[in-house]
């Protein structure tokens, strides 16, 4: 009896787990954990140099996604030539919902972090945190978008860069 378990992905899918972003399905291993087989999605993030093992069964709950569709992508972009929306809160907890909309692995909340901590050449320098959470927020939208384009990390940059530049 040989049955044929169907997935969410292949090998050489390119997926979005939350906290990590864009990294290649390299494989699918049965492990055994305490007794029990475990299917398992084998997931390397090459930027991170890591790999993650995701169980098969709930690599939904887990987070992991497909790429963004086209439509997705159109609106982050879109979001990124909008106004910079910046509350008048506390740093800390501007900064703390930031890294949250990073780590959701939503394109478009991560969109709004890239629009948001933006700083054209005329306006005052970032603090060093805020930079990071930018850098951060670029780096993760920019993987994403290389992948869906099918063109390298520093491409994407300049793609992102010309958005935020239409809204200035």
Do not use: C
Request: aromatic share 6%; glycine share 6%; no cysteine.
């Amino acid at each position: 009896m040989n049955t044929k378990i169907e997935h969410d992905f292949g090998v050489g899918d390119h997926v979005v787990y939350p906290a990590h972003g864009v990294g290649v399905v390299v494989g699918v291993e049965t492990q055994e954990v305490v007794g029990t087989a475990l299917e398992v999605y084998v997931i390397t993030f090459d930027h991170e140099k890591m790999t993650l093992r995701v169980p098969t069964k709930k690599a939904r709950t887990a987070g992991l996604r497909a790429l963004a569709e086209g439509n997705v992508v159109f609106q982050a972009l879109t979001t990124l030539k909008g106004r910079a929306r910046v509350k008048r809160t506390m740093w800390s907890r501007r900064a703390q919902e930031y890294e949250a909309k990073i780590n959701s692995g939503d394109l478009i909340s991560i969109a709004e972090v890239v629009r948001d901590l933006h700083r054209s050449d005329s306006q005052p320098e970032q603090s060093y945190s805020e930079r990071q959470l930018y850098e951060s927020a670029l780096d993760r939208m920019a993987r994403e978008v290389a992948a869906i384009e099918r063109i390298d990390r520093d491409a994407a940059i300049t793609l992102l860069h010309k958005s935020l530049q239409k809204a200035a």
